[in-house]
Nanobody, 117 residues
Framework: QVQLVESGGGLVQPGGSLRLSCAAS????????MGWYRQAPGKQRELVATITSGASTKYADSVKGRFTISRDNAKNTVYLQMNSLKPEDTAVYYC???????????WGQGTQVTVSS
């Protein structure tokens, strides 16, 4: 089992920045990849960024050059630095962890990000 706790969401003006954090606990040694997904009202959940245990990263085209995913292994925490935020980035952001050996994935409770003037 893996538990994920997100923090760092909030209200920010267009062009502003936020940093989301996701602290993992439990069977963290089994995690192959972690990532951030988001879901806007009336839309499907979509991938934002992922990072593997080997630190390989992947980003959605809509956030490339603006968002950066990183990890601090000592703190078992993954971060999403979001710069140059746009109103279309408004969504609930969810942290995700995958364990391939048992074909399992885990989700955090979500944190709201609102970009508005």
């Amino acid at each position: 089992q893996v538990q994920l706790v997100e923090s760092g969401g909030g209200l920010v003006q267009p062009g502003g920045s936020l940093r989301l954090s996701c602290a993992a606990s439990g069977s963290i040694f089994s995690i192959n990849a972690m990532g951030w997904y988001r879901q806007a009202p009336g839309k499907q959940r979509e991938l934002v960024a992922t990072i593997t245990s080997g630190a390989s990263t992947k980003y959605a085209d809509s956030v490339k050059g603006r968002f950066t995913i990183s990890r601090d292994n000592a703190k078992n925490t993954v971060y999403l630095q979001m710069n140059s935020l746009k109103p279309e980035d408004t969504a609930v952001y969810y942290c995700n962890a995958e364990i391939m050996a048992i074909a399992a994935e885990y989700w955090g409770q979500g944190t709201q990000v609102t970009v508005s003037s």
